[in-house]
């Protein structure tokens, strides 16, 4: 195995368990996943949600996670086409009006969000980590 290909695996398996832990962190507030790893197109959508409320909203979540500040952190890595891709992705599935496993897509008031995830910070919840820090309503510029 090459040098590349222990990188790629050990990225994928800190992309998963940061969508996961993304996925228990939005259900602890209340909320419903209704999918992950969703493909539209070419593009992917790591959570589809609804967040409960007055009016409760269907919301696509972009996960973003790291295990050091080395390079940045997680939201610095995601940029203006990133969060074009992450519109088109919803107004596809909008478009389709149902999810790849025949559930009709609710009909709600949309966003987009980020949950950046620290997974090993210096200092944090549980003496450590995971933290999560949640940015509601990112605007295609």
């Known amino acids: ?69 080395r390079f940045g952190t997680p939201e610095e890595s995601v940029d203006r086409r990133k969060v074009g891709r992450l519109y088109r992705a919803a107004a596809g599935l909008r478009a389709l009006g149902s999810l790849p496993d025949g559930r009709p897509l609710p009909r709600l008031v949309w966003r987009v969000d980020l949950v950046a995830v620290d997974d090993a910070p210096a200092l944090g919840a549980g003496a450590g980590g995971p933290t999560f820090r949640h940015l509601r309503a990112l605007e295609p510029r």
């Open 1 to 69: 195995m090459t040098w590349d290909d222990r990188l790629a695996r050990r990225r994928r398996r800190s992309g998963e368990r940061g969508e996961a832990l993304a996925a228990r962190y939005v259900e602890s507030l209340g909320w419903t996943v209704l999918a992950r790893r969703l493909r539209v197109g070419r593009d992917e959508i790591d959570l589809l949600a609804i967040e409960p409320g007055s009016p409760p909203s269907l919301v696509v979540v972009e996960v973003r996670t790291r295990s050091s500040s």
